[in-house]
């Protein structure tokens, strides 16, 4: 069974930084391109970002570029995201998911992470809060 599990969230001041990761089991996890979205309280899933299968190409949402940088490591099956210049909106549960970028008309339209994504992690929480 695919198996993704997160860690590293927590409780982080405005402007401050955090080191998102995710491990990967159950499945060929250099063969896939990996993504991380997240749902803030009250708002709709958001895609946040997706990383190519050999890690050479990265694509990010507006509202998080320039501020958040996707990697992974084939050799540990770990993909990671590192959070920089943190803001109170950036206050979500963050989700690992297996999979390239949605459509915007897809995560517009979605409901649920499982209409995005065809695996995803139970979540790590991130709060940006003074």
């Known amino acids: 069974d695919v198996q993704l599990v997160e860690s590293g969230g927590g409780l982080v001041q405005p402007g401050g930084s955090l080191r998102l990761s995710c491990t990967a089991a159950?499945?060929?996890?250099?063969?896939?391109?990996m993504s991380w979205a997240r749902r803030a309280p009250g708002k709709r899933l958001e895609w946040v970002s997706t990383i190519s299968d050999n890690g050479r190409w990265s694509d990010y949402s507006d509202s998080v570029k320039g501020r958040f940088t996707i990697s992974r490591d084939n050799n540990e099956n770990t993909l990671y995201l590192q959070l920089d210049s943190l803001v109170m909106d950036d206050t979500a549960i963050y989700y690992c998911?297996?999979?390239?970028?949605?459509?915007?008309?897809?995560?517009?339209?979605?409901?649920?992470?499982?209409?995005?994504?065809?695996?995803w992690g139970l979540g790590t929480q991130v709060t940006v809060s003074s």
């Open positions: 159950g499945f060929a996890f250099r063969f896939y391109a």
């Open positions: 998911a297996q999979g390239g970028k949605p459509s915007s008309w897809d995560v517009q339209h979605a409901t649920d992470i499982s209409q995005l994504f065809s695996a």
